[in-house]
């Protein structure tokens, strides 16, 4: 229901403003820009799904090899102690518990083409398992605010933005999106197991938060330890060799289990293409009410009212030029991209603002995206609190960015 009032807020807020600028303002060009916008959103949105289908069929090609083989369920039974206290509802050992670390892996690697299929093979299998087909279960619920959070380790795109608007140091803002993006999954998951009842405080979770921790604090070490240039080289090569590793990996146990690699990847593959198709109107759907409210100016009121209650508080107020990222954000990847690179363009890459910019884009991921492609290609249509607790993991995001900009960048901004 939450997702239902959201979408219907987009046409309604955007048509009122719309009036007003056409009845106080003299704007006859803005309903036009709107239905403009409504027809390329939904262009778009086909062509996102077509750009899918090629992917989706390689990587759920890849994923059919891996369960053919007994690689999932084997991954799934060694993580059952740790991921069965976030997903009780999971029964121990399901290969669904393969897939949700194939997919956890290749988001926090920064490998969006890879983390996309083996989150729709994720989404089915828990499916599988959903008794109120219609219904998000809780599983479900938990695995969706994971992704919504984005924890990245490897912020390849956002580093590469930089570079290409001649940022000095591309690599400056790896640290801060690190830190930023694990706050935001921690609370996402903290709200997900508070809204479920899960019990965190146990041996398997403490366990991995320690690893998690040194994994966390050793990356760090490692990168301040090289140079700038070299950051950006050895973060791509790494995240490159560990994801043509696994198609090895799973090629080569198909091989040892006498299975045939290639009959299991065309029977994957095929299911890529129906995926793709089905997610179609879902992505219509938000990437046009998206495209309404942003092009009739609700969310740069949005920004500015925030600027405004802000500066009246007294609080410096730089931060606000980077908000419209932030907003997008939840929004639409690509458009959230977009506001970055102007805000580079108009500021520059190296300015307090550019680089806060970059850091609040790569501190979680686009909530309402996720949530049409994930949720629609299932047919799931009551979300229950999965906006509620996606859009608090967005928010935390938003805040962590903000207070760690201001406290690596405030004083070296131009």
């Given at each position: 229901m939450v997702l239902n009032y959201i979408w219907i807020a987009?046409?309604?807020?955007?048509?009122?403003?719309?009036?007003?600028?056409?009845i106080f303002?003299?704007?006859t060009e803005i309903f036009t820009a709107i239905m403009n916008s409504?027809?390329?959103?939904?262009?778009?949105?086909?062509?996102?799904?077509?750009?899918?289908?090629?992917?989706l069929a390689l990587w759920l090609g890849i994923m059919k090899i891996g369960e053919n083989s007994g690689l999932i369920s084997a991954l799934a039974r060694f993580l059952s102690p740790v991921l069965c206290r976030l997903f009780p509802d999971i029964p121990k050992g399901h290969p669904v518990l393969g897939s949700i670390f194939m997919n956890m892996s290749a988001n926090m690697l920064g490998l969006d083409n890879a983390a996309t299929p083996?989150?729709?093979?994720?989404?089915?299998e828990l499916q599988e398992l959903n008794p109120k087909k219609d219904t998000a279960s809780n599983p479900m619920i938990m695995f969706?605010?994971?992704?919504?959070?984005?924890?990245?380790?490897?912020?390849?795109?956002?580093?590469?933005y930089r570079a290409q608007m001649g940022a000095a140091q591309p690599t400056d803002v790896?640290?801060?999106?690190?830190?930023?993006?694990f706050i935001s999954t921690l609370v996402g998951v903290i709200a997900v197991s508070i809204a479920q009842k899960i019990n965190l405080i146990n041996k398997p979770i403490l366990i991995l938060m320690g690893v998690v921790s040194l994994f966390f604090s050793g990356l760090i070490y490692l990168f301040i330890s090289v140079s700038r240039e070299e950051m950006g080289t050895y973060s791509t090569l790494i995240a490159n060799i560990i994801l043509f590793g696994v198609i090895i990996l799973f090629i080569l146990t198909g091989i040892r289990k006498k299975i045939n690699v290639y009959d299991s990847f065309v029977e994957g593959a095929k299911e890529g293409f129906t995926t793709a198709v089905r997610i179609i109107p879902y992505l219509v759907a938000f990437l046009v009410g998206i495209a309404v409210f942003r092009t009739s100016g609700a969310m740069d009121y949005l920004v500015g009212g925030i600027g405004y209650v802000v500066g009246l508080c007294g609080v410096d107020t730089s931060f606000v030029g980077a908000l419209p990222t932030a907003l997008m954000k939840s929004l639409s990847g690509s458009g959230a991209n977009g506001l970055m690179i102007?805000?580079?363009?108009?500021?520059?890459?190296?300015?307090?603002?550019g680089r806060m910019s970059c850091v609040v884009r790569g501190a979680s991921?686009?909530?309402?995206?996720?949530?049409?492609?994930?949720?629609?290609?299932?047919?799931?249509?009551?979300?229950?609190?999965?906006?509620?607790?996606?859009?608090?993991?967005d928010f935390s995001g938003i805040i962590a960015a903000i207070l760690i900009s201001y406290l690596f960048f405030f004083k070296v901004r131009i």
């Open positions: 987009f046409f309604l807020i955007a048509f009122v403003i719309a009036l007003i600028k056409v303002l003299g704007d409504t027809f390329d959103s939904s262009k778009t949105a086909f062509e996102i799904s077509l750009g899918l289908t090629g992917v083996m989150g729709l093979k994720a989404m089915k969706l605010v994971i992704n919504t959070s984005g924890l990245i380790l490897i912020p390849i795109s956002i580093m590469v790896f640290i801060p999106i690190l830190l930023s993006t102007d805000t580079m363009k108009e500021l520059g890459p190296d300015s307090f603002v991921d686009t909530t309402f995206y996720i949530l049409a492609v994930y949720f629609g290609s299932v047919g799931i249509s009551k979300t229950r609190n999965a906006v509620t607790c996606g859009l608090i993991a």
